[in-house]
């Protein structure tokens, strides 16, 4: 028992409400999106869960509309491995919601096979990094209307070793590998992170990044397909090591509610404490470049 303690890490200790406020959280439907969603709805919010399986969410939403007793909660069409989706997303919210308190950034694929998007990107980077990346700028305007306000970046310790490969950041010259794409994608996150917390100084804007722990979801299965003698292997000990996905969101419910935390924008958090990134992540001059290259790459033409 004190393992599964001890592995489960923090939990979010705040009770605050969010009556009143409009939380966006994308990939909302299953495992730690799931999770965090429904908490928002506990605590009162409007709940927008930007997910790809409209089918999928719906369930989900009304499991979390029947459990937390908060009608309040919608879901919005969003791939983020296409841009379009993303614009046709910020456009359709830009023009029917009224405010933004909290953006999530939780969705992701991890280790998946070398699968190239419609705008002709490698799909861990699109869809961790890139997706995510012109979903916030997009909205950013509505986020500095609604401050103070926060944007929470679903990362992973995983971003330790990763590398931004500013010469090759889709492995067209390179062998592809799943594990290097995938840290590159994480790194991309902590890196975004710090960049849009210099950048939103004094507007109210604060940017958080997380490791949410080693959790049971479906965003171990390319592992599981490429290695299936893990499965077995893994099964029954994995499931005593890897946090619930209730556990692996409370992280992101830290970053997203707890008072005070303002100040700690643009750092990183794991477990519900702020821990310190991989130096990787600590970079300054490759956060900047990552920006305007992210920004070149999804033709944000304003660049804030």
Known sequence: MLL???????????CARLDGKTVVITGANTGIGRETARDMARRGARVIMA???LTRAESAAEYIRRSTGNGNVVIRHLNL??????????KEFIATEERLDILINNAGVMMCPKWITEDGFETQLAVNHL???LLTNLLLGMLKRSSPSRVVNVSSVAHVGGKIEFDDLFFDKRPYSSLASYKQSKLANVLFSKELARKMKGTGVSSYCLHPGVIRTELNRHILLWYPMLKTILSLPSMLLMKTPWQ???????????????????????????KHPAPEGEDDAVARRLWEESARLVGLNNLH
């Open 51 to 53: 997910c790809r399986d």
């Open 4 to 14: 599964r303690k001890w592995i489960a890490g923090g939990v979010c200790k705040s």
């Open 248 to 274: 692996g969101a409370q992280t992101s419910i830290y970053c997203a509610v707890t008072e005070g935390l303002e100040r700690k924008s643009g750092c990183y958090f794991s477990d519900c404490a702020e």
């Open 81 to 90: 491995a296409s841009l379009y989706s993303v614009r046709e997303f910020a």
């Open 131 to 133: 997706g995510h990346f």
